[in-house]
């Protein structure tokens, strides 16, 4: 059974810095691509970030430059470090199994729970 559990989310200040991290179980998580998705208040959900299993990663043009995705192959564990924090960056941070891009994301039921992530002052 695929299992994705979220952590690290919080209130910070504009311009701060969280560090989500995402404990997988469950399948060769290795061998994945692996996502991070977001859904804000009343939004659809929203790619964020991909992460091959060759290391290579992409980005959605709103965080390009801040945020900066990352993987632990020997403890199956991804990670999402995100600076310079933005009002808009407010949402719910999903883990996810399998790719994603500026117009599509990994299926729902290949998601973790969430963790959120708010953003203010």
């Known amino acids: 059974e695929v299992q994705l559990v979220e952590s690290g989310g919080g209130l910070v200040q504009p311009g701060g810095s969280l560090r989500l991290s995402c404990a997988a179980s469950g399948f060769s998580f290795r061998g994945y691509p692996m996502s991070w998705v977001r859904q804000a208040p009343g939004k659809g959900p929203e790619w964020v970030s991909t992460i091959y299993s060759s290391g290579s990663t992409s980005y959605a043009d709103s965080v390009k430059g801040r945020f900066t995705i990352s993987k632990d192959n020997f403890k199956n564990m991804l990670y999402l470090q995100m600076n310079s924090l933005k009002p808009e960056d407010t949402a719910v941070y999903y883990c996810?199994?399998?790719?994603?891009?500026?117009?599509?994301?990994?299926?729902?039921?290949?998601w973790g729970q969430g963790t959120q992530v708010t953003v203010s002052s």
């Open positions: 996810a199994k399998g790719g994603g891009g500026s117009s599509y994301t990994p299926p729902r039921a290949a």
